[in-house]
Nanobody, 124 residues
Framework: QVQVVESGGGLVQPGGSLRLSCATSGSIFSSSAMYWYRQAPGKQRELVASISTGGMPNYTDSVKGRFTISRDNAKNTVLLQMNSLEPEDTAVYYC??????????????????WGQGTQVTVSS
């Protein structure tokens, strides 16, 4: 069973920084794109950032210039560095692993795995 474990959430003042970490099984990490989502109370879950197997990052507009996603293939970990945090960033942050490839029969496949989430609260 694939485990996805997030860490690094907490309480921070506006303008502060946090770094989230997401670790998963080493056997699938290299073939997996990694995603960070967040869900604020009363709102839908939204995609925050993603990084491809080749290290190409993408961000939602509201976090561009403030958040940085990176992957450490040696540690099977993806990081989300969050700077200049705002109260609007308050949410539960979830990591998603999308393992994809080609089966022995030539069929494309993709499997999603989610973590349990970590709370980020930005408040004075």
């Amino acid at each position: 069973q694939v485990q996805v474990v997030e860490s690094g959430g907490g309480l921070v003042q506006p303008g502060g920084s946090l770094r989230l970490s997401c670790a998963t099984s080493g056997s699938i990490f290299s073939s997996s794109a990694m995603y960070w989502y967040r869900q604020a109370p009363g709102k839908q879950r939204e995609l925050v950032a993603s990084i491809s197997t080749g290290g190409m990052p993408n961000y939602t507009d509201s976090v561009k210039g403030r958040f940085t996603i990176s992957r450490d293939n040696a540690k099977n970990t993806v990081l989300l560095q969050m700077n200049s945090l705002e109260p609007e960033d308050t949410a539960v942050y979830y990591c998603k692993v999308v393992q994809s490839g080609v089966s022995m029969y030539g069929n494309l496949y993709a499997y999603d795995y989610w973590g349990q989430g970590t709370q980020v609260t930005v408040s004075s």
